[in-house]
């Protein structure tokens, strides 16, 4: 399910502009998987493939004011749309690919990624270049506001034991990027995985 990076922009910049009205109940998802992620007042978070921005408000309710939340997508129109919902009041926006963060090594607490996984072109050095601007100790959350069947039958797809995000593959992707897995769930109604960045 890998995509490269100009297969992405095209495909989610042709559907931003109503991309938050084509999943309007999300909004609580977002809210309680940042919750169960656990992140601190003071934290200082990545938003990985923010799209919209739709987990930003949670994220930074979650960190508080003195906290850091930034937004990086590799879609202007979806950055764009972000921007028209007022999501940069609760943090920075970054046309960035995450791929290669113009960001310093450790520099932060927390990366959450919503939707993310599917869509990167090389996950194990995708999530190894998070990692990699993550302190050791600090935090991994890989969502989606549905889980893998559910998504799988919206896309018209069977779930096959080669699913990258099946947890017999994640484990030991993430155990090779420098992450190690701490929780799994894959419910019908949504998919959170916790790891935590080796020392």
């Not at 919209?52 to 906290?67: D, F, I």
């Not at 290669?100 to 270049?129: C, K, M, Q, S, T």
């Amino acid at each position: 399910m890998s995509e490269d990076r100009t297969h992405v922009q095209e495909f989610f910049g042709a559907r931003a502009v109503d991309w938050d009205r084509k999943f309007p109940g999300d909004g609580p998802a977002f809210t309680t998987a940042v919750t169960e992620f656990g992140l601190r007042p003071g934290d200082r978070v990545l938003d990985a493939g923010c799209g919209t921005g739709r987990a930003m408000t949670a994220l930074r309710t979650a960190v508080g004011p003195g906290g850091t939340v930034l937004g990086v997508d590799l879609t202007p129109e979806m950055l764009a749309a972000a921007r028209r919902a007022g999501r940069d009041a609760e943090g920075a926006l970054l046309l960035a690919d995450v791929a290669r963060l113009p960001l310093r090594d450790e520099v932060l607490d927390a990366v959450f990624a919503a939707g993310l996984i599917a869509h990167l072109p090389d996950p194990e050095a995708n999530l190894r270049e998070l990692a990699r601007v993550v302190r050791p100790g600090g935090g991994l959350a890989l969502f989606h506001p549905i889980g893998r069947a559910a998504l799988a039958a919206r896309h018209g797809r069977e779930l096959t034991p080669q699913d990258m995000r099946a947890e017999h593959n994640l484990g030991p992707l993430l155990s090779g990027s420098g992450w190690e897995m701490a929780s799994y769930a894959d419910d019908d109604d949504r998919f959170l995985v916790l790891a935590v960045r080796r020392p």
